[in-house]
């Protein structure tokens, strides 16, 4: 099954509705509303119908995902009445696929790691990366869905997008072994790590790990693969589009770690979340500064993933300005460098 959010406005202001995505028949089943029209053809009250409906299906698909294996009979159930609570796929206005409580930032496929050090540090790669499989945490305020419009700060020259695989946490776990993990998934998107590269270079010797460099956008959709429709992860084959330009094609190869490992070591002295997102790492030449080529405002950019479908987002077509910027203080070891 295909799952995904959609905003739909009312009297009362933008509501999110959890969605199943049938790309091929071209719609979207609301299934809060397919699942009311379910209970009511059998014998429920339209007013209780809608009240455990809403419930089964919040607009939360984090919450949704916590009900276990529940969610996903539910969810079939629901479809009983999707002629009858369907959208054309065309005119829904999509949010991230996932409103995740954590995200958290992988590095695991090698083609990226070496063509990144090559690139950006100009030396072979640290030692550190082949020890462990290393991540970050982004913020979960700055999530966009397909088709909505990604700032461009002013800060940077150098905004970048990640073709990377979002892992979705379907259950809670700690301390997992990689045999473990993956029972733990309840299903892949495409990820966008959005990336300023020459604002991560500056936050870099910080030694605070990503801040603004990371953390104005990350990508989520266009909608949730569940995992029982994916034969396997290695071997999906993804491309980047930019302006209906195809700037690179890529593919699941080349781990350093894999899945399974990625998600164990998460889990290791922290607990996984229902609706948590794990981002894979970019694959081989889905980032920009692997060809040198990084976008401009008003750019259009696609990530494709073979078994879930295209992320699409604009950039904007100027440049955000915050109202302050702090000022450079003084170094106070610039006698001590000479």
Request: no cysteine; charged share 25%.
């Amino acid at each position: 099954m295909k799952l995904g959010r959609i905003a739909v406005q009312t009297p009362d202001g933008e509501q999110i509705r959890v969605v199943a995505v049938e790309p091929e028949a071209g719609r979207v089943i609301d299934l809060a509303r397919a699942y009311a029209l379910t209970l009511q053809r059998r014998g429920a009250t339209a007013e209780r119908a809608r009240e455990v409906a809403q419930n089964v299906f919040p607009g939360s698909l984090s919450r949704g995902i916590a009900a276990g294996e529940a969610f996903l009979e539910l969810a079939r159930e629901a479809l009983d009445a999707a002629d009858d609570a369907s959208l054309p796929l065309a005119e829904v206005e999509w949010r991230a696929a996932v409103d995740p409580p954590v995200i958290r930032d992988g590095l695991t496929f090698g083609t990226h790691i070496e063509n990144y050090f090559k690139n950006v540090v100009h030396s072979k790669p640290v030692r550190a990366v082949y020890e462990r499989p290393g991540f970050f945490k982004g913020s979960t305020a700055t999530v966009y869905g397909t088709d909505q419009t990604i700032p461009y700060p002013d800060i940077s020259e150098k905004l970048d997008y990640e073709l990377e695989i979002g892992y979705i946490v379907g259950k809670p776990g700690r301390n997992l072994t990689p045999d473990e993990a993956m029972d733990h998934i309840f299903g892949i998107t495409i990820f966008n790590d959005w990336s300023l590269r020459d604002v991560q270079a500056l936050e870099g010797p910080i030694g605070m790990g990503a801040q603004h460099s990371k953390d104005f956008a990350y990508g989520i959709g266009p909608w949730i693969t569940t995992m029982d429709e994916i034969d396997s992860i290695e071997g999906l084959k993804g491309q980047v589009r930019v302006n209906g330009e195809v700037w690179s094609d890529t593919r699941v190869e080349n781990f350093v770690y894999t899945p399974a490992e990625l998600v164990a070591y998460v889990s290791i002295f922290d607990g996984l979340q229902p609706g948590d997102l794990i981002g894979s790492g970019t694959m081989g030449f889905g980032a920009g500064v692997e060809i040198n080529r990084f976008l401009q405002p008003g750019d259009v950019v696609e990530l494709e993933l073979e078994g879930v479908g295209t992320l699409r987002n604009p950039v904007a077509n100027q440049k955000e300005t915050p109202p302050w910027w702090p000022t450079p203080r003084p170094y106070p070891f610039d006698d001590e460098e000479n």
